[in-house]
């Protein structure tokens, strides 16, 4: 089934931009091939996505994904293990200092984030080497 192009649901910006990866006379959403960033795996952006991505979560009309949905799954999960050290770190910033493999495992997440093409907390990672040297 073709997937009609509604731009009048897109983000303001993506109105005002030139029409993203289709034509400015596009009437439908077509596949767009991209390489995962982390497994360089072949993908496919599929219409369906794009209507969701563009319409719905108002993604701006030139983003695609940089990663294989298996790739995101497995970075959403050290996201979340970052995010815990992290409220950790806000509620007993003595406890964590004094706890290497703790501070260890959280700069190995960080940095395996890093792995799959997402910014980290630069700042958070000189910190806990700064720390981890200091234990
Ligand atoms: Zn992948």
């Known amino acids: 089934m073709d997937i009609k192009i509604d731009k009048s649901k897109w983000s303001i910006s993506s109105q ?3 029409g993203g990866h289709h034509d400015e006379d596009a009437q439908y959403y077509e596949n767009i091939a991209y390489r995962c960033y982390k497994c360089s795996c072949s993908c496919v952006f599929t219409a ?3 209507k969701e991505a563009y319409e719905v979560t108002q993604k701006f009309v030139w983003w695609i994904p940089t990663r ?3 790739c995101q799954e497995d970075l959403n999960t050290l996201l979340a293990r970052d995010h815990e050290y992290q409220e950790l770190w806000n509620s007993d910033k003595e406890s964590v200092k004094q706890d290497e493999p703790l501070m260890k495992d959280w700069l190995h997440v960080i940095k395996d984030i890093e792995s799959y093409g997402k910014k980290s907390n630069q700042s958070m990672i000189t910190c806990l080497v700064k720390c981890i040297n200091e234990t």
């Open 16 to 18: 005002r931009s030139s």
């Open 48 to 50: 369906e996505e794009q």
């Open 68 to 70: 294989c949905s298996k």
